[in-house]
């Protein structure tokens, strides 16, 4: 693999680090700025609709400028972000700092997934795209922890600072091996929203929102999941955490290997065992060790699925492919949104703290049968790329191999 895929995922580490972090310090940041816990919650759900938004925003924004110089350009708003969050004097400031950081976050990884895909031969695109998503899981398992105690220690501006560091060295990383990858001719706006027109793409994309939503349904509620159902201690989470983004690195890597070689039933196998892992969990949520296993098990599946998918949204938006594929990133963090939101939905039924986990089961198993129906609708279409609406020739698409 290229060193150009080392520096995607150092930014890729930030980015991750920057997006989950703030979980951990939002008591020291509520206590400092004088504002309750629900009012700095909002410090995540603004990064989150920030990158839902931020993701085609910027990707439109940067239509006319080379790969390599908007990667730059995002690293240098993730990192103007960030030194505003560490320096901010009012809870208002930190809040517009991380909206700041989080515009780079979906088109970072959307134009970054298409210029690792360009680094590699065709048959090595979907663990180029792996190799930069590694940067993002390694941070729940290293920059998040770390972040985290760096801030619990020593104050919360100091991690955010930190942040803002890597991301001078991601940005550094990109400027000195990135080679230059000039926009291709002949591709605008009207064609890279063009892609949007493609069934495939949309599947690609509801895929994306309902699978992953899968995983954040248990997630999201997995302390007091874990505390008042499994009886672990406070204190325990955050190992549990960690377990849950080891499980992410190996999947992420796994689902990159095996989609280079059989992309779709990648798919089936991991949102297929994703549903039951998930069903599961209301049973193993009981249980200590098995409740330990069942997190790094959804960890793994979830993540899995992050290579082919991505890789998924690439071919099928062949030749406009970078909006559809920041657009997809978006939709990770619009799955997240809504599941958390179902998830709380069926606690405050008065179902229990495992009931989200039957939500997650059931988002799971509609994306399965989303990526059914995508292979059948590919196979009445031809062997070769989906027909468009806009009424592309297929011969004039890329093969897609499964």
Do not use: C
């Not at 979907?126 to 770390?146: D, E, K, Q, S, Y």
Request: charged letters at 10%; aromatic letters at 8%.
């Amino acid at each position: 693999m290229p060193l150009a895929l080392l520096a995607l995922a150092i930014g890729a580490f930030g980015i991750g680090t920057t997006e989950f972090v703030i979980m951990g310090l939002l008591p020291e940041v509520a206590a400092d700025f004088g504002v309750s816990i629900p009012t700095a919650g909002l410090l995540v759900t603004g990064y989150a609709l920030g990158v839902v938004i931020g993701a085609p925003l910027m990707t439109v924004l940067g239509t006319k400028v080379p790969r390599k110089r908007m990667l730059m350009l995002l690293m240098g708003l993730f990192i103007a972000g960030n030194l505003l969050s560490a320096l901010a004097p009012a809870f208002a400031v930190m809040l517009i700092g991380r909206v700041v950081a989080s515009l780079a976050h979906g088109a970072f990884f959307g134009i970054g997934s298409v210029v690792a895909a360009e680094l590699v031969a065709p048959h090595k695109k979907a663990g180029a795209i792996a190799m930069m998503f590694t940067g993002l899981t390694i941070a729940n398992v290293v920059g998040v922890p770390l972040g985290t105690f760096i801030g619990q220690s020593a104050g919360w501006r100091v991690t955010f600072a930190v942040v803002a560091t890597l991301g001078v060295v991601g940005l550094a990383g990109i400027a000195k091996l990135v080679p230059e990858l000039p926009r291709p001719e002949g591709v605008h706006l009207r064609h890279e929203l063009a892609a949007f027109k493609n069934a495939q793409v949309l599947l690609a994309m509801a895929m994306t929102v309902l699978g992953f939503g899968g995983v954040f349904a248990a997630i999201t509620y997995i302390a007091p999941m874990m505390t008042h159902i499994a009886g672990f201690a406070d204190g325990s989470v955050t190992w549990l955490l960690v377990l849950f983004g080891l499980g992410m690195v190996g999947g992420n890597l796994i689902g990159g290997k095996f989609a280079d070689r059989a992309l779709m039933p990648m798919l089936y196998v991991s949102l297929g065992a994703l549903a039951v892992v998930l069903a599961l969990f209301t049973l193993t949520a009981h249980n200590k060790i098995a409740a330990a296993v069942t997190i790094a098990l959804i960890g793994a599946l979830g993540f899995a699925t992050v290579p082919p998918l991505q890789k998924r949204v690439l071919d099928q938006a062949h030749g406009a492919p970078t909006l559809a594929s920041a657009v997809n990133i978006g939709a990770f963090n619009l799955g997240n949104a809504l599941s958390a939101w179902l998830g709380g939905i069926v606690i405050a039924a008065g179902f229990g703290y495992t009931s989200p986990n039957w939500v997650g089961a059931a988002l799971a198993a509609a994306a399965l049968v989303l990526a059914f129906v995508s292979a059948a609708l590919e196979r009445r279409d031809g062997t070769r790329g989906s027909v468009t609406a806009s009424g592309t020739a297929a011969e004039q698409r890329t093969p897609v191999h499964h």
